[in-house]
């Protein structure tokens, strides 16, 4: 029961297993089938497939082999190039190409180095790379030390062009003002087409400064790519500041007059230099750097420049100094550079200057009028004529005369006017280190300085000196007024080189105060001839002196000391006739007629003559006639009474006309009457009446006077005159 149960549990519960059971039994029989037809066929795969994977080993095997040798291709490629720039590194440092070396080297370090398969190439090559750099390095800072001594060799030629450079462009600016003066000129008178001409000649090309800057673009780049920029850049301007240093040093082997041409060309070179380098070297320099070097030598310079003025005794010395500093200044502004401080040295050492320079033409004037004889100058050629007259306008004549040709002044007239006119361009020459300063007020005021206290304080030393002759004394008195009517072409002359148009100078009160002080000094010498003329009749009036003032006959003939003075006037008035305006000679000759009036009174009144005779009187008489009558002759031949003046050469001696007259007079007494005396004897005194009165005898005394066939009996005149000494007395 239990089994039946147990069965019929067992298929309701394990019926599907069953039947699964039994499938998989069949499956089992088909599994081991198909494995049988597998195995069959395995078996065939394998005994096709045998070959073809022997093969395939064998393929395996060459890819093997083909990848090793790719790889080594790719190592030996890599050695290949890298031994190739290094080939090309060593062949451009062989022929100097050391850019394109310092390229190669780049190249294999960013593009090789870290690549080469090959340690021992790798670790010579890393090896060989810094010393290849230094290499370069040495050879282009000794090329650039080479560079050094070349450009500071070169610095002053350099200098010496730029400089003459700005010499020619002053000349051509010079050129043009001087064109523009005289287009001026031209327009007071009328248009002139060819004053406003193109004039092709004062256009010109720059000469271009040609120097080599290679070496220091080439270092200064190679150190850059060496990543030494800084150092080469610090390296450059401390070797130049050195150079600096050592241009700065004067020779004192030379005298500066001589060095200071080469020594401010150097400078000027050294600083076209480091211009062309701050523009182009790619930041080597800084304008900071420049500015300082510029400081340090501008500094220097100043300093050198006022030791050397200080000790300059002469104005030329100062004066071409000036010049090439001047030229200096107008050369390093054009590059930019300041010169304030040259331009103050020079105006600080301005007074020295002038000093110097009226010192000098003192010494050339003194010279001039010591080494002048005094006479009209005979000028025998035209060039002559044109040099000593025409250059000065001391002619107002339009044409050239015949020769020889008699000039109106001596040899030192115009040997002082190119003194005066060559101090006037020495004067702007120096003042045109300032293109703003007024120099025609500055050469106005020194060439009035000139003038008075050097030209005219010599001629006046001249004049009081004592050491001249009365023709020599004539001929200054002439030199003087063509000197003080040179002093308007003096001011031209000055206006003109300044560039004062010269309307300017037809205002009021603008000419020269010298030409007032020359006209003073003319009248001085004036004064000085006739207190010479004077001298010298005084000399001829010591002979009167001597005559016989008692004589016992009225003498037939002119004393002698008369024929001396009228040949002594004679000379007088025909040297000064030739020379002075008739003014002046009026001045001269009157005051010598009439110092010859005041001498014989002085006689008359002195102690030498104790007494005199109507004789003597009379002898004075003939003198005075003869005297009058040339007085008369010279005042007319020399046109003085075209003049109107009022009194005459004869008015001059009236006095001791007046005085003879009376002592000749029948009735000396009529000197007491007021109209009489008033008409006819208006110009004596009556003290000196008295006094000569107390010494007149009417008779010749002789030791036997008494035995003659006079009377005893006094003439009327000689009661006259004793009625007019006792009158004389009573009025005194």
């Known amino acids: 029961m239990k089994e039946v149960e147990i069965e019929e549990l067992c298929r309701v519960h394990y019926e599907e297993f069953i039947l699964a059971v039994d499938e998989l039994r069949g499956v089992l029989v088909d599994a081991d089938e198909l494995k049988g037809t597998l195995s069959g066929e395995n078996l065939r795969l394998q005994e096709v497939a045998s070959s073809l994977l022997l093969k395939l080993d064998d393929l395996l095997e060459l890819y093997s082999v083909n990848k090793n040798v790719e790889e080594a291709l790719g190592m030996l490629m890599i050695c290949l190039q890298v031994t190739s720039l290094c080939q090309m590194c060593n062949k451009d440092i062989a022929e100097a190409r050391l850019h394109s070396a310092l390229k190669s080297l780049e190249l294999i370090e960013k593009d090789f180095l870290q690549n080469i398969p090959l340690k021992l190439l790798k670790k010579a090559v890393q090896k060989q790379i810094p010393i290849v750099k230094l290499y370069i390095e040495k050879k282009v800072c000794n090329e650039f030390n080479e560079w050094l001594v070349y450009i500071r060799r070169t610095a002053k030629e350099i200098g010496k062009v730029s400089i003459s450079q700005a010499s020619l462009a002053r000349q051509k600016n010079e050129g043009i003002r001087s064109q523009q003066r005289e287009a001026e000129d031209c327009s007071r008178i009328g248009f002139d087409e060819h004053a406003y001409a193109l004039d092709l000649d004062l256009i010109g090309e720059e000469e271009v400064l040609e120097f080599d800057l290679t070496p220091v673009y080439r270092a200064n780049y190679i150190h850059t790519c060496l990543g030494l920029g800084e150092k080469f850049r610090e390296y450059y301007y401390n070797n130049r500041l ?22 401010l060309a150097q400078i000027a070179g050294f600083f076209i230099v480091e211009d062309r380098v701050l523009r182009t070297a790619d930041g080597l320099l800084s304008d900071s750097q420049v500015e300082t070097m510029w400081g340090t030598a501008i500094s220097k310079v100043t300093s050198i420049l006022e030791e050397q003025f200080s000790r300059m005794d002469a104005a030329n010395h100062l004066l071409l100094v000036k010049d090439y500093v001047t030229l200096l200044g107008a050369t390093m502004k054009k590059y930019g550079y300041q010169t304030t401080s040259l331009l103050e040295i020079l105006e600080k050492n301005r007074d020295k200057f002038y000093q110097l320079l009226l010192s000098d033409c003192r010494k050339k004037i003194d010279g001039i009028f010591t080494k002048d004889s005094y006479e009209q100058m005979i000028i025998k050629k035209e060039n002559e004529y044109h040099m000593n007259v025409s250059a000065f306008q001391l002619e107002l004549i339009g044409v050239v005369p015949d020769f020889p040709y008699v000039a109106p002044f001596s040899s030192s007239v115009p040997d002082a006017c190119l003194i005066v006119r060559s101090f006037i361009e020495d004067s702007v020459n120096y003042l045109s280190y ?26 006046l030393n001249l004049i009081h000196g004592g050491c001249l002759e009365i023709t020599q004394m004539v001929q200054i008195a002439g030199n003087i007024a063509i000197l003080e009517k040179s002093c308007d072409m003096f001011l031209f002359h000055a206006a003109q080189l300044c560039g004062v148009p010269r309307r300017l100078l037809d205002k009021p009160h603008s000419g020269l105060t010298a030409r007032a002080v020359l006209k003073a000094s003319q009248n001085a010498a004036y004064n000085g001839l006739i207190a010479l003329a004077n001298s010298k009749i005084d000399e001829f009036m010591l002979l009167l002196t001597s005559i016989n003032w008692t004589p016992e006959e009225t003498p037939e003939h002119v004393n002698d000391y008369m024929n001396e003075v009228v040949i002594y006037l004679h000379t007088l008035v025909s040297t000064a006739q030739n020379v002075f305006p008739r003014e002046a000679l009026y001045k001269v000759v009157c005051g010598a007629f009439s110092h010859i009036s005041d001498s014989i009174m002085t006689v008359f009144l002195s102690d030498r003559v104790k007494r005199f005779n109507a004789n003597a009187v009379a002898g004075i008489d003939t003198d005075l006639k003869k005297l009058e009558e040339f007085a008369d002759d010279k005042f007319h031949s020399t046109g003085l009474s075209e003049l109107r003046k009022e009194t005459t050469f004869r008015d001059c001696l009236v006095e001791i006309r007046q005085l003879t007259d009376l002592l000749l007079s029948n009735q000396p007494e009529n000197f007491m009457n007021p109209v009489i005396r008033e008409k006819n004897f208006g110009s004596l005194d009556h003290k000196k009446v008295s006094i000569i009165c107390d010494k007149f005898r009417d008779a010749p005394e002789s030791l036997f006077g008494s035995l003659s066939g006079r009377s005893t009996v006094q003439s009327a005149r000689k009661k006259s005159l004793d009625v007019l000494k006792r009158r004389l007395k009573d009025f005194s």
Do not use: C, W
Request: charged fraction near 25%; proline fraction near 6%; glycine fraction near 2%.
């Open 434 to 459: 300032d293109p703003m300063m007024d120099a025609y007020d500055v050469v106005k005021r020194y060439l009035d300085k000139l003038l008075i206290e050097v030209l005219n304080d010599g001629l």
């Open 242 to 263: 050195m150079q600096l240093n050592l241009d700065l040093q004067i020779p004192t082997t030379q005298p500066f007059m001589e060095s200071h041409q080469h020594f």
